[in-house]
């Protein structure tokens, strides 16, 4: 009888809901790439967010990720050379032709701090101190996981973004971006994604505004994967 009951407390135990271990890319180390932009609607870029339309004025970008909170984005605009480091949370912005070397702290603003969220992946770093992954639902269509990532209270910044994840190949389909007021911003789509050593990675962006008009396409060229990046390339002195 012991086993019969034992039996039948197993099968009404509840099932429990995926967590961040289900949608993050456990195996990722770094990344670069040249980020070039296909498409760039200017009106329809500044119904999103003005600075966010400025972005689309960089053509091209050379992209250096690594794992943890290292990012490094070079370009040029109009003839001048462009160049942003973010460490940790520190920024540095290095414009030379401007005699520019700025530094700043972004750790209490959070929402400045571009991360691999951006690109379309979900890394354990991530949920250590700067977001909170709430479980949403699994999408019945695809399958895919569909989660809340909302920054950690003690940063005081209430945008969110809703994410759905591909639990097979971990990383982002799409993200929906809301503001601090929970207006959607834009949706952004992550396609095409390629494989190497096991780590998935989207090599297109699309994003619509709310009216759902096509703003930006970015195609992602060049891809390495876990090539190893020295982390002098992202010295922020």
């Known amino acids: 009888m012991t086993t019969i009951f034992a039996l039948l407390a197993l099968?009404?135990?509840?099932?429990?809901?995926?967590?961040i271990d289900d949608i993050v890319s456990k195996g990722f180390r770094d990344a670069s790439f040249v980020a070039r932009v296909q498409?760039?609607?200017q009106r329809e870029l500044a119904k999103i967010n003005k600075d966010f339309a400025q972005s689309y004025r960089f053509k091209w970008t050379k992209v250096q990720v690594k794992e943890p909170f290292k990012l490094r984005l070079e370009s040029t605009v109009d003839d001048t050379d462009i160049t942003f480091v973010l460490n940790g949370a520190t920024r540095l912005v290095r414009i030379p032709k401007a005699r520019?070397?700025?530094r700043e702290n972004l750790a209490m603003s959070p929402g400045k701090r571009q991360t691999l969220v951006d690109f379309g992946m979900l890394t354990p770093s991530l949920f250590v101190d700067l977001f909170d992954a709430k479980y949403v639902r699994t999408d019945r269509r695809t399958g895919e996981l569909v989660f809340d990532l909302t920054y950690k209270p003690k940063l005081d910044d209430?945008?969110?973004?809703?994410v759905w994840v591909d639990p097979a190949k971990r990383y982002v389909t799409k993200r929906e971006w809301y503001n601090q007021k929970d207006v959607q911003l834009a949706t952004f789509t992550y396609e095409n994604p390629v494989q190497s050593g096991?780590?998935?990675?989207?090599?297109k962006l699309t994003v619509r505004n709310v009216e759902n008009k096509v703003a930006g396409v970015t195609q992602y060229e060049d891809l390495k994967l876990n090539a190893g990046i020295a982390d002098s390339v992202f010295s922020v002195n």
């Open 39 to 41: 498409t760039g609607v």
């Open 198 to 203: 096991g780590v998935w990675f989207p090599t």
């Open 100 to 102: 520019l070397n700025q």
């Open 11 to 19: 099968g009404t135990a509840p099932i429990q809901d995926p967590g």
């Open 158 to 162: 209430t945008s969110r973004s809703r």
